[in-house]
T-cell receptor, first 108, second 115 residues
Framework: RKEVEQDPGPFNVPEGATVAFNCTYS??????FFWYRQDCRKEPKLLMS???SGNEDGRFTAQLNRASQYISLLIRDSKLSDSATYLC?????????FGTGTRLQVTL | EPEVTQTPSHQVTQMGQEVILRCVPI?????FYWYRQILGQKVEFLVS????????KSEIFDDQFSVERPDGSNFTLKIRSTKLEDSAMYFC?????????????FGPGTRLTVT
């Protein structure tokens, strides 16, 4: 089983749509959870940390279910600028483990 | 907004040569990291560094690799004898502390091409 598993997509959605990404992780000892976004040939940029209570940052909502080892990201009112690869990331000790990413393409 | 910087942006080297990749982490950060991303693949952890010593390293980080903080601002990754399979984007990252779950901020990367 992969350490962090994501649907690679691509997800093609029109502007204004709501889109959800899911991720599962295998290491129950993982301590922190994040969503990063990565544009083509650029560095990963931290989008948000993910907490068990769920957290929201503007149009973005993230959720963590530790029992199921499942992380989600919801993007509402998609913008063209949201087009990127979304990386599910877990931290164990000092190491970040990345998923392969889910590609999102927002179209007019 | 403070950011991690890396130099050079692109390095081309011949197989067997030594390369040093340089990073300037965010100034009040205490933890430093190197990751790599082979084209088309996921980001992979190499090493973490805290208080002038390696905290953790991956299987990729073998004897050919070393890290150093030569002064108060720079953090370097050295590859002693490069191989073709070392061609990748190398990202430096830094984080402040266990507060905020060690959120790591990445530099723009150095693209290493080994010929």
């Amino acid at each position: 089983r992969k350490e962090v598993e994501q649907d690679p997509g691509p997800f093609n959605v029109p502007e204004g749509a709501t889109v959800a990404f899911n991720c599962t992780y295998s290491n129950s000892a993982s301590q922190s959870f994040f969503w990063y976004r990565q544009d083509c040939r650029k560095e990963p940029k931290l989008l948000m940390s993910v907490y068990s209570s769920g957290n929201e940052d503007g149009r973005f909502t993230a959720q963590l279910n530790r029992a199921s080892q499942y992380i989600s990201l919801l993007i509402r009112d998609s913008k063209l600028s949201d087009s990127a690869t979304y990386l599910c990331v877990v931290r164990t000790a000092s190491k970040l483990t990345f998923g392969t990413g889910t590609r999102l393409q927002v179209t007019l | 907004e403070p950011e991690v910087t890396q130099t050079p942006s692109h390095q081309v080297t011949q197989m067997g040569q030594e390369v040093i990749l340089r990073c300037v982490p965010i100034s009040n950060h205490l933890y430093f990291y190197w990751y790599r991303q082979i084209l088309g693949q996921k980001v992979e952890f190499l090493v973490s560094f805290y208080n002038n010593e390696i905290s953790e390293k991956s299987e990729i980080f073998d004897d050919q690799f070393s890290v150093e903080r030569p002064d108060g601002s720079n953090f370097t990754l050295k590859i002693r004898s490069t191989k073709l399979e070392d061609s990748a984007m190398y990202f430096c990252a830094s984080s402040t502390s266990r507060d905020r779950g060690y959120e790591q901020y990445f530099g723009p990367g150095t693209r290493l091409t080994v010929t």
